[in-house]
């Protein structure tokens, strides 16, 4: 079942100028996201991945063209609030994101504006911090928390308002290491264990890789897409749009390139590197 | 050296004063403060210097951080209550040059420096057992009525509850931007005053253009989690009088009328004030 409709979508910021900015920053883009799906958007710096991402709940509205979520179109002022609540977006920073200083008021924000029964909000808060993890974390004050925690909370903040979907625009890009591998476990649950449809806006290839299905994007058109395992197989194609691909892929398709004898599908994680290897020799 | 700030900040605990609902707070802090301006003797500024420490007591906060608070104020007392000293008249009990000390200017400086301390030691038992979020939470819903006047109550408290919450995050920023500015050759402790002053300029337009990018970005999230102004906004938190504060009330009111009754009953002490 298609959930998000993107058609024929041209966006650009400076309408009135001639100048550079003035340039569409997506054209004529199409795509559809099916529910329970999860999709990766890659894509170097300037693609338009973030416009499109603020596209979804309708932050940002086309010039032309129409993004319609479950049968409303973004552009309808009496559904923004509806569709809001059905697609929930998590920022790169998270500390311009969370509004009260109180763990659990910052998750409670959402349900709240949604005028829910307080006992109802206290319910939904216990049960997105499980979810993501941080219950024992309720009663603090965010910014003594990590990146990572502090990421995990605004994504407890979004799943409070019993979202349909989820885009996380970069939420890993001011992460360590650590605080990276903590909230792309949270994506993977959510998505695999409450069916919530995930659009991963990211520039880490290894994390892309854990999609359903890859779009990349050129300079606000979609290059192509496909399985993780199709779109990193053309790697000639992505150096070509200086994209990189997970280092395993790379390994064997350096290996591949010196004569090894590995298949046309390339490995996506170090396991089915060693296999391929294995096999190889 | 930017942590340091204690003026207004939480403790958290489990007393007396920590379960009071933040509305009867705010209400006693309002009256106490009133009452501690109304005392006209040394009678019933004892009693109401009593109830403060009582009040003090009940908070479970340690007295040490009481007497923080009252470091940051010490100038302002010392000040006002040596200016008190010379604005009396009568009989001079000690004269110099065209100033002179009087028995009235001995007790004014006192009271005055007695209100201004029990003054800020209520305020800190408020601020040190309510949570900003709770106390805005109070003051949205006191102010409630002031809506008929067509003042935004909902946005005025939203504004405090940002503030509240990205205090910290913007001093960590300045003492980022400090360290930055620092490693690329800034001077912020040598030279006079105003080249001090000059020298915070490199701190000060990066932490505001920061601040605004991240007000940008604040907004874009308010709205993603369908932020629409107060109108059909629930609270999880519902506000409840307990026990506690009908006892509060009891207790304050019998002190109350304690002060009345010594302010009646003793001859006054003050002539200037209430």
Known sequence: MQFINVENVVFRYDTDSDKESAKPVLKELSLSVDKGEFVALLGHNGSGKSTLAKMFNGILLPESGDVIVCGMNTKDDEKLLDIRRRVGLVLQNPDNQLVASIVEEDVAFGPENLGLDPKEIRRRVDEALKAVDMYEYRTHAPYKLSGGQKQRIAIAGIIAMQPDCIVLDEPTAMLDPRGRQEVMDTIVKLNKEQNITVILITHYMDEASLADRLIVLDSGKILTQGTPKEVFSKVEMLRKHSLDVPQSTELAYRLKARGLNIDDTLPLNVSECVEAIIKGL | ?274
């Open chain 2, 1 to 274: 050296m930017l942590k340091e700030i204690t003026l207004g900040q939480y403790f958290p605990g489990n007393s007396v004063l920590h379960k009071m609902d933040p509305r009867m707070k705010i209400i006693m802090l309002t009256a106490f403060i009133v009452f501690i301006f109304c005392t006209k003797n040394f009678y019933s500024l004892a009693l109401m210097f009593l109830a403060v420490i009582c009040v003090i007591m009940f908070s479970g906060v340690s007295m040490r951080l009481y007497l923080k608070s009252l470091k940051a104020i010490i100038y302002i007392v010392l000040f006002t209550s040596i200016l008190n000293l010379f604005y009396g008249t009568g009989k001079p009990i000690w004269s110099f040059w065209r100033l002179s000390v009087t028995q009235e200017g001995i007790n004014t400086a006192i009271f005055v420096s007695a209100r201004i301390i029990a003054m800020v030691l209520v305020s800190s038992s408020l601020t040190y057992t309510t949570t900003p979020t709770d106390l805005t939470d109070g003051i949205e819903r006191l102010l409630k009525p002031l809506s008929v006047f067509k003042i935004q109550v909902h946005e005025i408290a939203m504004m405090m509850t940002i503030a509240l919450r990205f205090i910290p995050t913007l001093l960590e920023e300045t003492d980022k931007i400090m360290s930055a500015q620092k490693a690329r050759g800034a001077d912020f402790e040598s030279g006079n005053f105003f080249s001090r002053i000059k020298a915070l300029i490199p701190i000060l337009i990066p932490l505001f253009v920061s601040a605004f990018r991240r007000a940008y970005e604040l907004a874009m999230a308010m709205e993603s989690r369908c932020y629409h102004g107060g109108d059909g906004r629930t609270r999880m938190k519902v506000l409840k009088y307990s026990k506690y504060d009908l006892a509060a009330v009891l207790v304050s009111c019998a002190v109350f009328i304690g002060v009345i009754v010594c302010n009646i009953y003793f001859p006054k002490t003050l002539r200037i004030g209430m």
